[in-house]
């Protein structure tokens, strides 16, 4: 039973990975290496192949590492292959079985094109003096602190999370939590709670969901504790209904979850582009059509819960491998500065504006060429809903339904194949001049195909305007703890950094 498998690829014409008895291929949990070596190291053997497999325990996997390949399975076949694995179902745990990431088949396609338009480059505008107000507030409070006396070094991950937590706060939910200032408050130990998910512990609860979710079921183990599922449910219930009751209309995403359970979200008709940035990943006619789905609360609260947990890790981990680019590479800060004291100039003294911060093309350069050095999500997924032939070259095999293969983002963006002289940080590569010639789907932070992530545009905006107050107020220094390489923690879940990334903000 345990070695049943171990033949799957034979025949298929691809080469793989031999299974160990038991442990699979040299996969995420027999290695002692970080996510991205262990998807690099996937991307690299067997790299003059398009397609090649592995064995993750004893389930065997598809590497499809070639862009054009990657391009006809997320978007032209993408029927075949519209889901994503997921480990935590439904009945393991309701919120994250019912958060759209999790949901499959006609249930993800509606509840998509629920949300979609809550995520367009309008709604973005609407939302974004939220998010500049966070940032502004961020900034003053640590210059305050540091001017009245206060360390100026800082581990830029704790201080962007603390970003994130306020600003999905403040975005998601309408409630101002400051975590600078008040670093006790329920956002911030829910998001620590989260974090913790890199423990030991947490990790072995994760293997079991993988390999045997039928004992976990058994067993009654939850991935979530009650206080974090009961924490969002009030806190999203409680907001609409609040809202509702008192005609509260403040344009954040309770809002939009308001309307779409309304069946009220809809698309808007004002067709203006906005361009939001390279990264910004497409949006699919399928997602344009509305859904007639009724939704009921709990699926509400789910879609909260995934924008907070997909959103503020992810985002933060951005931020911070952005940072440590912007300290060991002092010129490229500096000609992101004076972009940023041009805006600043502009805008006479008012709040950054959503139109202003896309005109920032120099931001848009290094933001993009931190997802692409840095990938916060180094790999994706997707599960063969029927079966599939697969033709390329010479070869042809079929998927069968049920099997997944991975795309590993980290790999494909530090090809040299793709992106010469890949370990160097250089934004020239996104200029007007340059960025026409990155071959397609060679270039996928944010996923691919109609399955990719919804809430790019809100993660950029994130990200461009912290580093705008952060850069305007202090110039982001080299400290005695800032570790040069920077090393990546050997843990299989998630990306960290072993002893962080230290900054030192030296007010201007
Ligand atoms: C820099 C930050 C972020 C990165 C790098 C990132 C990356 C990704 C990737 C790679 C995927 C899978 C796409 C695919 O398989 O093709 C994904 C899915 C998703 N992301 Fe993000 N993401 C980020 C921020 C956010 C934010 C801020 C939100 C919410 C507000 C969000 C919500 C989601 C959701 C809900 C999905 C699942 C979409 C679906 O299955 O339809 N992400 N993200």
């Known amino acids: 039973?345990?070695?049943?498998?171990?033949?799957?690829?034979?025949?298929?014409?691809?080469?793989?990975?031999?299974?160990?008895?038991?442990?699979?291929?040299?996969?995420?949990?027999?290695?002692?290496?970080?996510?991205?070596?262990?998807?690099?190291?996937?991307?690299?053997t067997f790299k003059n192949d398009k397609v090649?497999?592995?064995?993750?325990?004893?389930?065997?996997?598809?590497?499809?590492?070639?862009?054009?390949?990657?391009?006809?399975?997320?978007?032209?076949?993408?029927?075949?292959?519209?889901?994503?694995?997921?480990?935590?179902?439904?009945?393991?745990?309701?919120?994250?079985?019912?958060?759209?990431?999790?949901?499959?088949g006609q249930k993800w396609k509606d509840m998509r094109s629920t949300l979609s338009p809550a995520f367009t480059g309008m709604k973005m505008r609407l939302m974004f003096d939220f998010v500049a107000t966070v940032g502004k507030q961020t900034a003053s409070t640590?210059?305050?602190?540091?001017?009245?006396?206060?360390?100026?070094?800082?581990?830029?991950?704790?201080?962007?999370?603390?970003?994130?937590?306020?600003?999905?706060?403040?975005?998601?939910?309408?409630?101002?939590?400051?975590?600078?200032?008040?670093?006790?408050?329920?956002f911030h130990e829910i998001a620590t709670e989260f974090l913790n998910f890199t423990k030991f512990s947490n990790v072995l609860k994760?293997?079991?969901?993988?390999?045997?979710?039928?004992?976990?079921?058994?067993?009654?183990?939850?991935?979530?504790?009650?206080?974090?599922?009961?924490?969002?449910?009030?806190?999203?219930?409680?907001?609409?209904?609040?809202?509702?009751?008192?005609?509260?209309?403040?344009?954040?995403?309770?809002?939009?979850?308001?309307?779409?359970?309304?069946?009220?979200?809809v698309h808007d008709d004002n067709k203006e582009e906005i361009a939001d940035g390279f990264a910004t990943v497409e949006e699919f006619e399928n997602e344009k059509s509305s859904a007639k789905r009724k939704w009921d609360d709990l699926d509400l609260v789910a879609q909260c819960f995934i924008f907070f947990l997909a959103g503020f890790d992810t985002v933060a981990t951005a931020m911070t491998f952005m940072a440590y680019e912007l300290v060991v590479n002092q010129d490229i800060q500096q000609k992101l500065f004076e972009e940023i004291s041009q805006v600043e100039e502009e805008l006479g003294?008012?709040?950054?504006?959503?139109?202003?911060?896309?005109?920032?093309?120099?931001?848009?350069?290094?933001?993009?060429?931190?997802?692409?050095?840095?990938?916060?999500?180094?790999?994706?997924?997707?599960?063969?809903?029927?079966?599939?032939?697969?033709?390329?070259?010479?070869?042809?095999?079929?998927?069968?339904?049920?099997?997944?293969?991975?795309?590993?983002?980290?790999?494909?963006?530090?090809?040299?194949?793709?992106?010469?002289?890949?370990?160097?940080?250089?934004?020239?590569?996104?200029?007007?001049?340059?960025?026409?010639?990155?071959?397609?789907?060679?270039?996928?932070?944010f996923g691919s195909g109609n399955r990719n992530c919804i809430g790019s545009r809100f993660a950029l905006m994130e990200m461009k305007t912290v580093f705008y107050y952060l850069l305007l107020n202090f110039k982001l220094a080299v400290t005695e703890k800032t570790k040069i390489p920077l090393e990546l923690k050997k843990i299989p879940v998630g990306i960290k950094i072993e002893d962080g990334v230290w900054v030192g903000l030296e007010p201007r």
């Not at 005109?359 to 063969?384: F, G, H, N």
């Open 1 to 44: 039973w345990i070695i049943r498998n171990n033949d799957y690829f034979e025949g298929k014409g691809i080469p793989y990975a031999k299974a160990m008895f038991l442990m699979g291929s040299n996969n995420i949990f027999s290695t002692r290496r970080s996510l991205p070596e262990v998807v690099m190291n996937w991307h690299k």
């Open 52 to 104: 090649s497999g592995f064995f993750e325990f004893m389930k065997p996997i598809y590497i499809v590492r070639d862009p054009q390949l990657i391009k006809q399975l997320t978007v032209k076949d993408f029927d075949s292959f519209s889901d994503h694995r997921v480990f935590i179902t439904e009945d393991i745990d309701v919120l994250f079985g019912k958060a759209l990431i999790s949901l499959k």
């Open 142 to 186: 640590l210059r305050q602190k540091i001017i009245q006396g206060g360390d100026k070094n800082f581990e830029f991950k704790e201080l962007a999370t603390k970003f994130t937590v306020d600003n999905i706060a403040s975005c998601a939910f309408g409630i101002n939590v400051n975590s600078f200032e008040n670093p006790d408050n329920d």
């Open 206 to 265: 994760f293997v079991g969901f993988i390999s045997v979710p039928s004992l976990m079921k058994l067993f009654d183990i939850k991935f979530f504790s009650n206080k974090l599922v009961n924490f969002f449910h009030e806190a999203t219930i409680e907001t609409m209904k609040v809202r509702e009751q008192k005609g509260i209309v403040r344009h954040d995403m309770i809002n939009l979850l308001i309307q779409a359970k309304k069946g009220k979200l």
């Open 349 to 445: 003294g008012k709040l950054l504006t959503y139109e202003k911060l896309q005109t920032m093309k120099y931001m848009d350069q290094v933001v993009s060429e931190a997802l692409r050095k840095w990938p916060p999500a180094p790999v994706t997924d997707r599960i063969c809903t029927r079966d599939y032939i697969v033709k390329y070259d010479d070869k042809s095999f079929v998927i069968e339904k049920g099997m997944n293969f991975m795309i590993p983002i980290w790999g494909i963006h530090n090809d040299p194949r793709y992106f010469p002289n890949p370990e160097k940080f250089d934004p020239e590569r996104f200029s007007d001049e340059n960025k026409k010639n990155i071959q397609d789907s060679t270039y996928l932070p």
